[in-house]
């Protein structure tokens, strides 16, 4: 799980929640721009949570390409279809069902079959992918992210699977997929998306250089984290 490199960290941050959307938003329509007009195509890997919710519910009025979007999923719970908890649900209601991104470039998780059997299925899926244009990722109070979790495998080692099967997350529910930390790195951007005072620990420990799952996502342009600026205020003793 451990790793020995290094990887640059731009942290950026902002006032509050509202302008790290409008931050957040402003990133991705410049990187879909940037990576249609250079591949004539933009690979986006979404991730699940409260906190990009408001980010996607915007993504609706964009002007862009939407037939050059594909989208994919940092992870996902196993649930049944469509359960409000998955996080492919959330970003449907949120924005996916209200653009014609072809649905054959909406490449969700299939959780329905099990997790082994979906993150079997899902590495076949990724394979004709060789970098993602943008991965945008979250991070746990415990600093877990996607569900790469603390003391459970995290895929950072050269040869890791592009996916892991989790049978003992430890959050409901225990069963799910996830990208692994090898293949969140093969991205060309990677934003951290970090707000809500419960963070301040994590944020804290990250800085200092604690190990933990966020840490192992190591890609070769570095990562932005984006987050309101009372997180890098000192803790009080």
Request: some cysteine; hydrophobic content about 40%.
């Amino acid at each position: 799980m451990n790793s020995t490199n290094s990887v640059s960290y731009r942290w950026n941050t902002v006032d509050d929640q509202s302008e790290l959307n409008q931050v957040a938003l402003s990133a991705i329509l410049d990187n879909a721009t940037k990576s249609i007009r250079q591949r004539g195509e933009f690979h986006f890997v979404l991730s699940g949570g409260d906190t990009p919710r408001r980010i996607y519910q915007q993504l609706r009025f964009i002007h862009t390409n939407w037939s050059a979007w594909h989208i994919y999923f940092s992870d996902e719970r196993c649930l049944l279809a469509g359960d409000q908890n998955l996080n492919s649900r959330m970003a449907g209601e949120a924005w996916l069902d209200h653009v014609p991104i072809p649905k054959n470039q909406l490449y969700e998780i299939p959780v329905e079959l099990g997790a082994s059997r979906a993150a079997y299925e899902y590495a076949s899926t990724l394979r004709s992918v060789q970098a993602f244009d943008l991965t945008l990722l979250g991070l746990g109070e415990d600093g877990h992210t996607a569900s790469l979790f603390p003391g459970h495998e995290w895929g950072s080692e050269v040869g890791s699977p592009d996916t892991l099967a989790v049978f003992t997350a430890p959050k409901a529910p225990k069963h799910r997929v996830s990208m692994s930390a090898a293949r969140l790195s093969r991205s060309r951007q990677v934003i951290f998306l970090v707000s809500g005072e419960s963070k301040h620990m994590v944020v804290a420990k990250w800085r200092r250089g604690n190990n933990m799952p966020a840490k192992a996502i190591m890609p070769i342009a570095g990562i932005d984290i984006l987050l309101e600026s009372s997180l890098l205020v000192p803790l009080s003793i």
